[in-house]
C-alpha cells in the first residue's frame, strides 16, 4: 500500500491557480471552525489565551504591523518575540 501524498506534494503536482486554492482555503476554513464569523472566532482566541495584548500582538505580527516592543511582550506561546532563547 502506498502512502497517501501531502497537500504539497499534490499542489507542486497540479500547479493550481492561486485563485483556486484560495476558494478552497475559504470553503476549508469555514468547514474546520463551523463557519464562524471572524470577530467570533477572535473572540474564542482571546478567551483560550487569556491576555487580549498577546493576542492583538500575534496578530500584528502576521499582519507585519510590529507593535512597539513592551516589557512583557510575548507571542502566544509565552516566547520572547524578537528574540532569540
Known sequence: MTSPKSFVDFLNE?????????????????????????RELLAEI????????????????????????SAGCADISGRSLGGSR
Open 14 to 38: 497540479r500547479h493550481p491557480e492561486n485563485e483556486k486554492v484560495l476558494v478552497a482555503l475559504r470553503f476549508y476554513l469555514a468547514e474546520v471552525t463551523h463557519d464562524k464569523l471572524q
Open 46 to 69: 482571546k478567551d483560550s489565551v487569556g491576555d487580549p495584548h498577546k493576542v492583538q500582538a500575534a496578530l500584528d505580527q502576521l499582519k507585519g504591523r510590529p507593535r512597539k516592543p
